[in-house]
């Protein structure tokens, strides 16, 4: 067992069940409604505060500096690090820049194509895939990285990272072979945790964790706030690979407006509690919303 | 072959606006196959224009021609003495027939009357489907013969990300993700094995990231 580099990596080395959180940058410069809300609701309850990587394809605020804001407030981030917009320069150096500035969690992910944000012109990168990202922190980790010198030599760094690196994988989708076949590729490649795409069904959910057994890494379930039923419905016609099981739509639709809050609370912590003996953690993601939080937590009696 | 379509008329005209006699060469190669440059498509594009602008009070005067292949000199270099006898040129050839007609006649404008779109195969009456980028480093023998790099909005080496539904990509419902095809076709040729091997990221110097390419096949010269 190597050194744990941040607070997540040793919480989960320790066997704890973790919960993380997550906060999406704004469209703009103003960031103190996002730094309140994660200072308000998630600090000290959660683990480690995800930050999504122009989420979407939407342009925001960038991930990165959102997290050291973080880092000041004594909050530890987990910086998402999407394929689309940067070449393998350009994510080596953001990789060496988030590291001197404190961040030891990167969740490497491919990210959602430039087609279904709000600068569909825009030219897509994807020069690295979400496993070649991690393949490449791994590099990094051990010095050099992934360009060479005229002999064919690797280049050596002068000081080496160290992350706490992370994947995604969707547990629910109709054909999942693929996803196991890319999560093994992205444990091999260096991923140490894995966050879930959002899962509704606990059974589903076991299913694919047995199915993922021989893989031995850590896997924090994700689960997407629910806000409302028109939402559920939403994500079931368009998010792939995310099911949203008719009682739960029912229970939502049932919920007077100013209760939906308390109701999206009991939703997420009676799902945290379901699938809390299925794996190491929880991955809470609320879109906004981070006011649940402490009742979620409540629920699912953590 | 080369897939393209036309540019619509109107577009043309603003192309051709500043001439009244004009010279409209087709292309007998991919672009009459795909129902694009041919001598069909010239026809018809002749005689909309000249309709275009009698209308708007413009007649232009546009002879056709169509060349076997507009990508090789010996079969332009006979398109001289038309060229000459005319304002300009609209070619009906794929972007690089185009470039090889204003390469040879310099004194005269050579404008491009199609959208190249891209190598693809007829997949249906009438549809095209892009199957090859050109990247000059060929990796269909890892997946089946199915090429993630051209057929994979996001271009992955190593499966599919998360956003295919009921195996269509991301961003398109009428196009089949194509890691989902390539693992049914791994599995249909029992060769699955292939992807867990992790695959490196490409190495993008045989493609046209250093700008245009040349080959020059020495064996083949005399």
């Known amino acids: ?302 | 072959m080369i897939v393209a379509s036309p540019k619509p008329v109107t577009e043309l005209k603003e192309i051709v606006a500043a001439h009244d006699k004009i010279l409209f060469v087709g292309c007998g190669t991919c672009v009459t196959v795909c129902l694009a440059g041919g001598e069909r498509e010239v026809g018809i594009y002749s005689y909309a224009m000249r309709m275009a602008r009698r209308l708007a009070g413009r007649p232009i005067d546009i002879e056709q021609v169509t060349i076997e292949r507009q990508c090789e000199n010996e079969f332009i270099k006979d398109l001289a003495p038309a060229v000459e006898r005319n304002q300009a040129v609209l070619s009906f050839a794929c972007g690089a027939g185009v470039q090889a007609l204003a390469e040879r006649f310099l004194n005269r404008p050579v404008y491009a009357a199609l959208n190249t779109q891209f190598l693809g195969i007829l997949e249906d009456q009438a549809v095209w489907t892009e199957k090859c980028l050109g990247c000059g480093d060929c990796m269909l023998a890892q997946f089946g013969g199915i090429c993630p790099v051209t057929r994979c909005a996001k271009r992955l080496l190593n499966g599919p990300c998360g956003g295919s539904t009921e195996e269509c990509c991301e961003i398109d419902k009428d196009r089949p993700c194509a890691w989902q095809v390539i693992y049914k076709r791994l599995k249909g040729i029992g060769q699955l094995d292939r992807l867990e091997q992790i695959v490196p990221p490409k190495d993008w110097r045989p493609a046209w990231h250093g700008g245009a390419r040349k080959i020059i096949r020495q064996e083949h010269r005399v």
């Open chain 1, 1 to 302: 067992m190597t050194e744990p580099v941040s607070h997540l990596h040793r919480a989960l080395a320790a066997g704890q069940f973790v919960v993380t959180g997550e906060i999406g940058p704004p469209k703009g410069t103003n960031v103190g409604p996002c730094l309140h809300e994660a200072e308000a609701y998630l600090k000290g309850r959660v683990a480690a505060v995800n930050v999504t990587d122009i989420q979407t394809a939407v342009m925001r605020t960038g991930s990165m500096a959102m997290c050291k804001l973080l880092l000041e407030r004594g909050i530890e981030p987990v910086f998402q690090m999407v394929c689309r917009d940067r070449n393998r320069l350009a994510l080596q150096s953001d990789l060496l820049s988030a590291y001197i500035l404190g961040i030891r969690n990167v969740l490497a992910l491919t990210g959602d194509h430039v087609a279904m944000g709000d600068h569909p012109e825009a030219k897509p990168v994807y020069d690295l895939d979400s496993v070649s990202l991690l393949e490449t922190m791994t590099r990094l980790e051990s010095g050099s990285d992934l360009g060479h010198d005229f002999k064919g030599n690797p280049n050596t760094l002068d000081g080496a990272p160290k992350f706490f690196k992370g994947c995604c994988v969707t547990p629910c989708t109709d054909e999942v072979e693929p996803q196991i076949l890319k999560l093994e590729k992205k444990v091999a490649a260096g991923a140490q945790f894995v966050q879930t795409q959002a899962v509704y069904d606990p059974v589903a959910f076991e299913k694919f964790m047995k199915l993922i057994e021989h893989l031995k890494v850590p896997v924090l379930v994700g689960i997407v706030v629910l806000k409302s039923a028109g939402m559920a419905k939403y994500m079931n016609r368009a998010v792939p690979g995310v099911q949203v099981p008719e009682p739960l739509i029912k229970e939502l639709s049932a919920a007077p407006k100013e209760n939906l809050k308390k109701v999206a609370a009991e939703i997420a912590g009676r799902l945290v509690r379901q699938m809390k003996p299925m794996c190491q953690g929880a991955h809470l993601m609320t879109l906004g919303w981070d006011d649940v939080v402490p009742g979620i937590l409540a629920n699912a009696g953590l």
